[in-house]
């Protein structure tokens, strides 16, 4: 190999020496790895200072060789951003409904921020979405004043992405389910299958802009370009507030949202948490009295026509 | 080395990568190829869309499963979990060889979703070795590890690149997925002689290459698998079948990713030099 010249940091900052004994290599990894998670500059630049308050060229110099042509840092910065470009170009295909309603003025600043407080704890990209809903309730300042409109959006993508990639299980039979006593019966939903309590019908807006093939990884290239160019994005228009109650689930391979009355929730909700039957039903008539029988068996014939039950 | 141990002792000829705007094309059209590589992460799922479109491929053509998330050079063990998963998808399949990267890329669970290169360390060796070992006897098929584009090296390594690939591969008694366009990327960014790489490696360990295209900057060049294939790598993957023998080729084309008769026609070109080597055994 060529060799290179000696870390030209190290003459401009003798404070800085390299280590005597060199880390072992996964000492390296874990600061290189520290390095590149760290949030860019707003011009998409390595921050200049590393988490230990010293420069980061002085940092990078200590576990990186420069060469000819670039600097330790200009070498840990292309890791740096394209850790970021990968990890926000994700969460913009996994979520554009959200971008949508919010705008790139907030979206950005969001999903940076989820970043950093969830770096991604799967081998799965398709997993790095999946803590955003929980977060946005949290942090309410990064989307207020449209915090509730953020966080139905972001759980019904969510959602979306369950029921696109989810498994699927042998749905029970339904002269299974009429001949088991109700007192008895307990049922579980499909995994693909999400019941949402919304403030707004964001399902429109979502709809929009569902895509068909989500976040497929198209490459093992483990370059993402030199600049982040993010795709064109739609702006929503005004949602007015009105609670709205959903099954998401997949059909056929497809991915739909059915739509529920408060009835049809209470009762799907109470069975998805392990009630039988006959306590379900128990509630659904206390809350809803002029609920009737055949209503509930109407209910229900849907709803084992699309499979939605299977064993507990 | 047409087969050998490191392939499953298959001759497998030129395929590309199975890409999800190809999916119509080859479902409709039915194009006659001789494999597909598949992302095997893209398909660890455990039903819906993914699935459905990968057996409709399986009913027709051969697919060998690539990976992108082993990272066998990460420190810690290995994510069985995520094996689990591999395996269910290997049986799916029926994979000749698994192939993922020479590289490490998670540290104490976290995941950076890239493919860093490693300190090339006698360490860092032993470790990714016994990882790969550990790897290939859970999922009872034959791996090839693939040479990544880097462009940075550390002040701890202990030897080359491609001696650190032949320490693992021998240590690990694995294959090698021989990526030339990867040796040419990192020749230009870290100053080698790409030639030094090709020819200085096991060349009986070798199971499959890759070709692909790259984007030249003003300082470094990037692997970014969005361009034909241009000379230097053409020149690269002909002296790699001299040496290796008529070996598996898979043309990658990741982004701005033209029609697959394209795609398809790109990848071909490498019959002409596959053509001049017939199987050779190689020492």
Redesign the interface.
Request: proline content about 4%; aromatic content about 14%; hydrophobic content about 35%.
């Given at each position: 190999m060529k060799p290179s010249k000696p870390p030209f940091i190290l003459k401009k900052n003798p404070r800085s020496p390299r280590p005597e004994r060199s880390p072992r290599f996964e000492e390296v990894q874990r600061r290189m790895a520290s390095a590149i998670m760290r949030r860019l500059t707003p011009d998409e630049r390595t921050q200049p200072t590393d988490s230990d308050g010293r420069a980061t060229e002085v940092t990078a110099a200590e576990y990186i060789k420069p060469n000819d042509r670039l600097t330790s840092l200009e070498r840990l910065e292309i890791y740096n951003r394209q850790y970021w470009f990968r990890l926000l170009d994700c969460l913009i295909d996994d979520f554009p409904g959200l971008r949508a309603v919010l705008g790139d003025g907030r979206f950005y600043p969001l999903i940076i921020s989820y970043l950093e407080s969830h770096p991604s704890s799967s081998p799965l990209l398709g997993d790095l979405g999946k803590n955003l809903p929980a977060f946005i309730a949290g942090r309410k300042s990064l989307t207020a004043p449209h915090t509730w409109i953020a966080g139905d959006v972001a759980r019904l993508e969510w959602a979306q992405i369950v029921a696109f990639d989810r498994g699927g299980r042998p749905p029970l039979n339904p002269s299974l389910i009429a001949s088991t006593p109700p007192d008895k019966l307990t049922l579980r939903l499909q995994p693909h299958i999400t019941l949402l309590d919304l403030a707004y019908p964001v399902e429109a807006v979502v709809l929009r802009l569902l895509r068909k093939d989500r976040s497929l990884r198209n490459g093992s290239s483990n370059a993402v370009g030199e600049k982040h160019v993010p795709r064109k994005f739609a702006r929503a228009g005004r949602i007015s507030r009105r609670r709205t109650r959903l099954l998401v689930h997949r059909h056929e391979n497809s991915v739909y949202f059915k739509p529920l009355t408060q009835a049809q929730f209470l009762l799907l909700e109470k069975l998805a948490a392990g009630s039988t039957l006959a306590a379900a039903c128990d509630i659904l008539v206390e809350a809803f009295p002029s609920t009737k029988s055949e209503d509930v068996r109407s209910w229900f014939a849907s709803w084992q026509h699309f499979g939605f039950f299977i064993r507990r | 080395m047409p087969a050998n141990p490191f392939n499953g002792h298959t001759d497998y000829g030129v395929g590309i990568?199975l890409?999800?705007p190809h999916?119509r094309h080859i479902l409709e059209k039915k194009p006659t190829i001789d494999w597909f590589e598949i992302?095997s992460?893209?398909f660890?799922?455990?039903?819906?869309?993914?699935l459905?479109i990968l057996d409709l491929i399986l009913e027709q053509y051969r697919v060998v499963q690539?990976g992108?998330?082993?990272?066998f050079g990460?420190?810690g063990p290995l994510?069985r979990g995520?094996l689990r998963k591999l395996k269910r998808l290997v049986k799916r399949t029926g994979t000749p060889w698994l192939s993922d990267?020479l590289?490490?890329g998670?540290?104490?669970?976290?995941?950076?979703?890239?493919?860093?290169p490693?300190?090339y360390?006698s360490?860092?060796a032993a470790?990714t070795a016994r990882k790969i070992r550990e790897a290939r006897d859970f999922l009872e098929v034959p791996i090839c590890v693939e040479n990544?584009?880097s462009?940075?090296?550390?002040?701890?390594s202990e030897m080359?690149e491609w001696e650190f690939l032949t320490e693992v591969s021998e240590q690990a008694d694995c294959g090698i997925l021989l990526d030339v366009n990867n040796i040419y990327v990192s020749s230009q960014?870290?100053?080698?002689n790409p030639l030094d790489y090709v020819e200085n490696i096991p060349h009986g360990r070798v199971g499959q290459i890759h070709i692909?295209g790259h984007?030249k900057?003003e300082?470094?060049i990037?692997?970014?698998?969005d361009h034909p294939v241009l000379d230097p790598v053409w020149n690269l993957y002909d002296r790699a079948i001299q040496l290796a023998g008529h070996t598996a080729t898979l043309l990658?084309?990741?982004?701005r990713?033209p029609s697959f008769n394209e795609v398809h026609h790109e990848a071909l070109k490498a019959t002409v030099y596959l053509e001049k080597k017939p199987a050779l055994a190689a020492a």
């Open positions: - | 990568g890409r999800v999916y992302i992460e893209n660890l799922v455990d039903g819906g869309r993914p459905e690539h992108v998330a082993a990272y990460s420190p994510d995520h990267h590289c490490w998670s540290v104490d669970g976290r995941f950076t979703h890239d493919l860093l490693m300190p360390t360490e860092a470790h990544v584009s462009y940075t090296e550390f002040h701890i080359t960014n870290h100053g080698f692909a984007s900057f300082r470094f990037l692997d970014t698998h990658e084309w990741d982004d990713i």
